[in-house]
């Protein structure tokens, strides 16, 4: 009589089942490792410094409105006081021009007054005012990650 014995091999459909099921976890370990490393790396953007210096006081004449086209904004002196106003359109960030009284925006007609108060056009708000400081140096440094009010002045 034939006795059936157990079967120990096994096949090989089963060996590339046991296989494959083995490489899916092996994938999902490594691709929850790298993204548990990727968590810990900060989100960290790289730009230039707000910060930078203008000159030294005496550069500017007196009532001067002074366009430093680099950095985007117009540096005022009346007398001995400075002021710095960003030249961005608080639009959609066209640089403003000049104009006979106040600032223009050619992109899309905002306008705006001395103090740089919307006077009309789409911008939703007025232009904004830089933090004016001296060096040590004895130059003129603007911040402009710091704004300030209208009628803040650096007095020399």
Not at 34 to 50: G, H, I, K
């Amino acid at each position: 009589m034939n006795h059936p014995t157990p079967d120990n091999d096994v096949s090989r459909r089963s060996f590339f089942q046991l296989a494959l099921g083995w490489l899916a976890g092996a994938f999902a370990t490594a691709a929850s490792a790298v993204a548990a490393v990727r968590f810990l790396v900060p989100n960290v953007l790289y730009e230039p410094s707000q910060r930078f210096k203008a000159g030294k006081p005496e550069d500017y004449p007196d009532g001067s409105v002074t366009f430093l086209e680099d950095e985007r904004v117009f540096l005022i002196r009346k007398g001995n006081t400075f002021r710095c106003l960003s030249a961005v359109c608080t639009h959609l960030g066209c640089t403003v021009n000049r104009a006979n009284k106040g600032y223009h925006c050619p992109c899309h007609g905002s306008v705006f007054n001395d103090e740089g108060k919307v006077e009309g056009g789409p911008a939703p708000r007025g232009l904004p005012w830089f933090l004016v400081t001296l060096s040590k140096d004895n130059r003129l440094l603007v911040d402009k990650g710091e704004t300030v009010v209208a009628d803040k002045y650096l007095v020399v």
